[in-house]
């Protein structure tokens, strides 16, 4: 398997895991619970996701990005959710978003060679993305660290687990 291959695999893995969560929250107020005051909630984690996949465009192709200032006011880094469902877009608006900036990040992982995946990112690009193929490493594991805190906020609720599949639903 290439290296572009093992990374489109890891992005839909764990876009197929975050959507098998966010499939519980059904109200306004479950998508804005909280486990305490200062925790993440699921309509935070979905639309911090797709403000994240903008990010990680911006720095492979800044032609694609497509900005959304009231989400990245709202779900973008040192953003603080609250637990009132007004604060925030439509629930249906945040998952489409979530879901075009995705495929987005994946198109433009499409169009990479494994070559390219080893070179340097453009000056200016933060420290902890060396190069191409770490924007697409630092998604999986930035999806990976919200979603645990997602699979706490659904637990609280008393939903069962979500066993992680090891393999995308689309290879299946």
Do not use: I
Request: hydrophobic share 40%; glycine share 6%.
């Amino acid at each position: 398997m290439s290296a572009k291959q093992r990374l489109q695999k890891r992005l839909q893995a764990a876009r197929d895991y975050s959507c098998a969560l966010l499939a519980d929250f059904k109200t306004p107020e479950e998508w804005t619970h909280q486990v305490h005051a200062n925790a993440n909630h699921a309509l935070w984690f979905a639309g911090h996701m797709a403000v994240s996949d903008n990010f990680f465009v911006s720095n492979l192709a800044a032609e694609r990005v497509a900005r959304r200032p009231e989400f990245e006011k709202a779900f973008g880094t040192g953003s603080q959710p609250t637990s009132n469902p007004a604060d925030y877009p439509p629930v249906a608006d945040v998952l489409a978003y979530m879901k075009e900036r995705r495929a987005t990040l994946l198109d433009v992982l499409n169009g990479l060679s494994d070559a390219e995946l080893e070179q340097p990112l453009a000056k200016g690009t933060p420290d902890f993305l060396p190069d191409v193929g770490s924007v697409f490493e630092t998604a999986v594991w930035h999806e990976g660290l919200h979603s645990g805190q997602l699979s706490v906020c659904r637990r609280s609720m008393g939903h069962q687990p979500v066993m992680p599949s090891p393999e995308p639903a689309a290879s299946k």
